[in-house]
């Protein structure tokens, strides 16, 4: 075993690394937001996650995980990692000590903040009606419109688009819009900063789920469908990449019959099995560091 040692709120154990900034040992109970608990919670580091996604092959990535296995966590690591943030905030002092920014000799770190990102998190999108789906859909949708909403000052819009951006913004746009709204985005973001745009979409299938079991499976599908197809496969030059998180795969021949560049990576592949959960060695360690090395088997059970 090697000796543990401490250094800059950066805690390592055995090739694991904790993140404590405040010290305080405080688990992020009900937190899985990745900027929120960074300076108040212990994260167990899965930053090398950024580097799976940088060096994939395909083009959509399906990360398929049971519940309660960090996927919204993950997801939010992801978008602060590589969002070039609309509020101009540099997010880079939240990944230092973090493997990712020590991985290659510092390679990755030209990579943080510098593509623009679309982030969506569907995990409340759990309605009883078909009706209070698309109105939470479209709520999500006018949010993060409003989030770009720069993307008025500039001049990368005509004014049907601009017209269009503020009816979507302030929900007020057609079913045809919204459902043409992802891709749309991502074109405007492409075009204001010459880059192409990160799509990650966190609990795809919390909505799908939901309909399964409240009777309007086949609508939120044949939304979804054409929501999703159309940035991740019609968006072409717009989009760099994206990824999705779910519990499980909904079948190929619906949601995504029609991406030919999809990655699913389950609990049984492994490029990234320990990118998610924790392994023996991250629990040990974070026994070891709450003080309760003596406790390892009854956390791990």
Not at 26 to 38: A, N, V, Y
Not at 76 to 88: I, N, R
Not at 152 to 174: H, N, P, Y
Request: glycine share 8%.
């Amino acid at each position: 075993m090697n000796p543990p040692t401490s250094h800059d709120g950066i805690y390592q154990a055995n090739g694991v690394r904790i993140m404590d900034r405040s010290g305080d040992r405080r688990l992020p109970i009900g937190d899985d937001g990745f900027e929120s608990l960074c300076p108040r919670s212990l994260f167990v580091d899965k930053s090398m996650l950024v580097a799976d996604v940088l060096r994939g092959d395909f083009k959509v990535t399906l990360f398929c995980r049971p519940r309660r296995f960090g996927k919204t966590l993950a997801m939010t690591m992801l978008k602060a990692f590589l969002e070039l943030a609309p509020d101009g905030i540099s997010r880079a002092p939240l990944f230092e000590g973090l493997e990712i920014w020590d991985a290659d000799n510092g390679r990755y770190r030209a990579e943080q903040g510098v593509r623009p990102t679309v982030f969506f998190t569907l995990n409340s999108i759990k309605k009883a009606t078909w009706e209070g789906a698309y109105a939470a859909l479209e709520e999500k949708v006018a949010a993060e419109f409003r989030r770009h909403r720069y993307l008025l000052d500039g001049d990368s819009l005509d004014e049907v688009e601009r017209a269009s951006f503020k009816r979507i913004a302030a929900m007020e746009a057609s079913r045809t819009e919204v459902e043409s709204s992802l891709r749309q985005l991502c074109l405007y973001l492409y075009r204001h900063h010459g880059r192409r745009t990160v799509v990650l979409i966190d609990e795809y299938d919390a909505p799908v789920m939901a309909g399964h079991a409240r009777g309007y499976y086949r609508q939120v599908v044949d939304f979804l469908k054409g929501w999703l197809t159309g940035a991740l496969k019609d968006g072409g030059a717009a989009l760099e990449f994206a990824c999705l998180t779910g519990v499980q795969r909904i079948a190929k021949e619906s949601i995504f019959s029609d991406l030919n560049n999809i990655a699913v990576d389950t609990p049984l592949d492994t490029e990234s099995d320990e990118r998610f959960g924790f392994t023996r060695g991250e629990v040990a360690a974070l026994a070891d560091y709450l003080g309760h090395p003596h406790r390892y088997g009854e956390v791990r059970e």
